[in-house]
């Protein structure tokens, strides 16, 4: 039997997604609630780990260590940082970085972690799954960019998407990344477009945006969940 863990880093993400179960067991741990969902041959972990690069790697590591998990999820939302990417379509990592990781003193490539690697790359078994789901707004694979820095200024976004071909910018997925790869845990990050600098009629805010995300993150989960079956 499959365990995945489903890492969000918002509540009304979570609330959503446990819409789709029954059956719901909850365990603490830490101060984290893990609530434990069964969907056909698949037990889920959905939990939220709160903003951030801290946050969502020491919650990867709690499932990883404490729930066993085969696979790890992440889902949510990310602001645009390319003009081929709009205001809800969906982003499909297939690789991540950190854009505030900084060793050019030490004569380190920007965003490169010792031991690691640059670039994080998503499981490929996952991404080609994701590639087969069908949804009413564009689905895009590519680069993910994380850091602890809220992105609203498109000169910011433009040095990011120019230094590393990020698509959009978060806060929690290549933390969750190096987690799953130091651990080999196979992983995908998948983010719903909430705003973009390029678009100028940004008519609608980051509250009546994150129901729609989380609506749109719902239904993208469970059609996985029905191809992981």
Do not use: W
């Amino acid at each position: 039997m499959k365990k995945i863990g489903i890492i969000f880093a918002l509540k009304e993400e979570l609330d959503e997604t446990k819409k789709l179960f029954n059956k719901i067991i909850e365990h603490k741990l830490y101060e984290l609630v893990i609530y434990e969902c069964r969907y056909e041959s698949i037990i889920c972990y959905l939990v939220e780990s709160g903003m951030g690069k801290v946050n969502a790697a020491r919650t990867t590591q709690v499932l990883i260590d404490n729930m066993k998990v085969d696979y790890i999820l992440n889902v949510g939302v990310a602001g645009s940082v390319s003009r081929s990417i709009n205001k809800c379509d969906i982003v499909v990592a297939d690789n991540l970085v950190q854009h505030d990781y900084d060793l050019t003193p030490l004569n380190f490539e920007k965003g490169l972690i010792p031991n690691v690697g640059k670039y994080i790359n998503c499981d490929k078994k996952l991404i080609e799954i994701a590639r087969t789901i069908k949804m009413d707004t564009k689905v895009v694979i590519g680069t993910i960019s994380s850091g602890d820095i809220f992105i609203t200024e498109e000169k910011m976004g433009s040095k990011i998407n120019n230094k590393f071909n990020a698509l959009c910018v978060e806060m929690e997925g290549a933390a969750i990344a190096q987690v799953c790869f130091l651990c080999n845990i196979p992983f995908l990050v998948i983010r719903a477009i909430s705003d973009s600098p390029y678009e100028k009629d940004n008519n609608i805010t980051f509250e009546e945006f994150l129901k729609i995300s989380s609506d749109m993150v719902s239904k993208f989960i469970i059609q996985f969940l029905d191809k992981m079956n």
